[in-house]
């Protein structure tokens, strides 16, 4: 029905994924940024809006992690007065954390986890909390989620 409201769901993000390694305690840089969610440029109509967002982290280990280590995910906002950008997350900075994608001991890992906060313009970043190197190759995918008004 016309001017309801209605669930929408955008294309995967390829948010962060890196060709190199990731040592344990080590977070992704800006090197590792491969897309970010931009809500002006990314096919919105007036009104709709992308506030969460899916995560789906891929990757192999170097080694088994222990069982309920993780790889911690955060957000750093873009452009949010006018052209400053947050400063980068990293181990002196950790600002803006959204989650905590749990491990099991397998070596390879596809694993989810569903409905964080995004914001309108924001790329992505990992923290390596697995006890193992992480290896090259890894991905987080992003898939923004929301609401829209039907035509």
């Known amino acids: 029905m016309s001017g309801e409201h209605i669930a929408r769901e955008l294309s995967v993000i390829n948010a962060t994924t ?7 305690t ?5 090197a590792d940024v491969n897309q970010g969610y931009v809500a002006l440029t990314e096919g919105l109509a007036a009104g709709d809006s992308h506030t969460l967002a899916d995560l789906v982290f891929k990757g192999t280990f170097a080694a088994a992690p222990v069982s309920g280590q993780s790889i911690n995910v955060y ?7 006018v052209t400053d950008d947050a400063p980068a997350p990293s181990a002196a900075y950790t600002n803006i954390f959204i989650a905590s994608i749990i491990l099991s001991t397998d070596i390879t890992q596809t694993l989810s986890h569903p409905a964080v906060p995004i914001s309108k ?7 390596n909390d697995s ?3 992480l290896n ?8 923004p989620k929301g609401f829209g008004v039907a035509a």
């Open 18 to 24: 890196s060709g190199a390694s990731l040592a344990d």
């Open 136 to 143: 090259s190759g890894w991905l987080l995918t992003v898939i």
């Open 121 to 127: 313009d924001c790329t992505f970043y990992i923290e």
């Open 75 to 81: 957000r750093r906002d873009m452009n949010i007065n």
């Open 26 to 30: 080590v977070f992704s840089t800006v």
């Open 131 to 133: 006890g193992q190197t």
